[in-house]
């Protein structure tokens, strides 16, 4: 008889046990949707511009790129990677990564100092428009981390018509 009653004690503390950690990833997914990126410059879409005027693409090593990441969960999460891709009218221009791991502290804004990686070198062979209006996008993914357990992956796609943002998306939310 006390063998039963040692089996369903331990029976109960592993049910209650998987309830707790079941309720423990959906509270952190739940607050990790909380998070927005929005592009706060368009300084990197002008040297692009310049550089579509100028054909020459050789001199510039990288262009800075700032982008501001909102966390507006209760929790630090953990920005483990950035791959996003930069293109121009439809072609690849170059590629945007993250160096180092960035900690983003709940409930407060983050201003993230990328930089666009070039890959392109002959800019005629491109097909661009140099006279008109171009769409600079820029698409890829934002690796957050709210634990050892749980990375997620936050879309980001920013669309640029001549000098207007005419669409941009991040994660869970719209920014407008």
Do not use: H
């Not at 002008?46 to 909102?70: D, H």
């Not at 969960?73 to 953990?78: E, F, G, H, P, Q």
Request: hydrophobic residues 40%; aromatic residues 8%; charged residues 20%.
């Amino acid at each position: 008889m006390a063998k039963e009653g040692v089996k369903f004690l331990y029976g109960s503390a592993l049910v209650i046990g998987v309830i707790a950690v079941i309720q423990y990833f959906r509270r952190q997914k739940r607050l990790l949707k909380d998070i927005c990126i929005s592009n706060t410059s368009l300084d990197w879409q002008s040297v692009l511009s310049g550089l579509l005027s100028s054909n020459q693409a050789s001199s510039m090593s990288g262009i800075p790129l700032t982008l501001s990441v909102v966390n507006n969960s209760k929790i630090d999460v953990t920005l483990k990677d950035v791959d996003l891709d930069v293109s121009v009218d439809g072609v690849s221009l170059g590629y945007v990564d993250l160096k180092e791991e960035v900690e983003l502290k709940g409930n407060s804004e983050t201003q993230l100092e990328l930089t666009i990686t070039l890959t392109v070198s002959d800019w005629l062979s491109l097909g661009v428009a140099l006279i008109g209006t171009n769409v600079y996008k820029i698409r890829g993914n934002f690796v957050i981390s709210a634990s050892v357990f749980e990375t997620l992956n936050y879309p980001y796609y920013v669309v640029i018509t001549g000098s207007q943002i005419t669409d941009e998306q991040s994660g869970e939310c719209k920014v407008s």
